[in-house]
């Protein structure tokens, strides 16, 4: 678990082929001046939803890296209520893979969408 992990309290719920499911039940210092939750805290939780999912493909990713990060908020996601990021591979080439994720708050309700292109370094098989 990396130090950012470890402060926005984001911890795995599932792992699967190409699969990572992550919560994270935003706290009162991550809100925006509207009283809901930042969208960056939102951003990180899907970037780290997405970048997990990479490392469960085979062969295995040694490192990634994202450079490009498409977010879309679909609804405003509240302070204290667990957020479930679902990232998933959609293509895993050798030097580049392509992730999407779903953010949903309680009762499946859609808080946003994601994709990104992630550099990554494979494990030698």
């Known amino acids: 678990m990396s130090a950012a992990w ?3 309290g984001i911890t795995e719920a599932e792992l699967g082929e ?17 009283g809901f939750v930042h969208g960056g805290m939102i951003s990180a939780l899907a970037d780290s939803a997405m970048g997990r999912s990479l490392r469960t493909v085979t062969p295995g990713v040694a490192r990634a890296m994202s450079f490009d990060l498409k977010l879309s908020f679909i609804t ?3 302070v204290g209520e667990k957020l479930l990021a679902t990232g998933r591979v959609v293509h895993a080439g050798r030097r580049t893979m392509v992730a999407e994720c779903r953010i949903e708050a309680p009762g499946g309700r859609l808080v946003a969408t994601a994709s990104g ?3 990554v370094t494979r494990e030698k098989e």
């Open 6 to 8: 470890a402060w926005l």
């Open 76 to 78: 405003p996601a509240r």
């Open 18 to 34: 190409g699969l990572a499911i992550l919560e994270m039940t935003p706290t009162p210092d991550m809100a925006n001046h509207a």
């Open 117 to 119: 292109t992630f550099a």
